[in-house]
């Protein structure tokens, strides 16, 4: 499996766990499943960006989210 589908892959399950997140609340599960399903969201996404970007623009995203105090927690389905 190459690195562009391996990223595809991780990208999709990003999405999935993110939309489990959301199924969760919105049946108003516990909390610790809602942030079990969005940490693993957040590390599917991780994980794909990792292997689809160079180094210094994970960086430069990491510093850029960093300042300006947003959360990823909206962004994951996305």
């Not at 689809?52 to 959360?71: F, T, Y």
Request: aromatic fraction near 6%; charge should be neutral.
């Amino acid at each position: 499996m190459s690195a562009d589908t391996n990223a595809r892959y991780l990208f999709r399950r990003a999405r999935e766990e993110a939309a489990k997140a959301e199924a969760a609340v919105e049946r108003s599960a516990s909390p610790q499943e809602v942030a079990a399903h969005r940490e693993l969201a957040l590390r599917y996404k991780v994980r794909a960006l990792a292997m689809s970007c160079p180094d210094q623009v994970l960086h430069d995203a990491m510093e850029k989210d960093q300042g300006s105090g947003a959360s990823c927690w909206g962004t994951i389905a996305h």
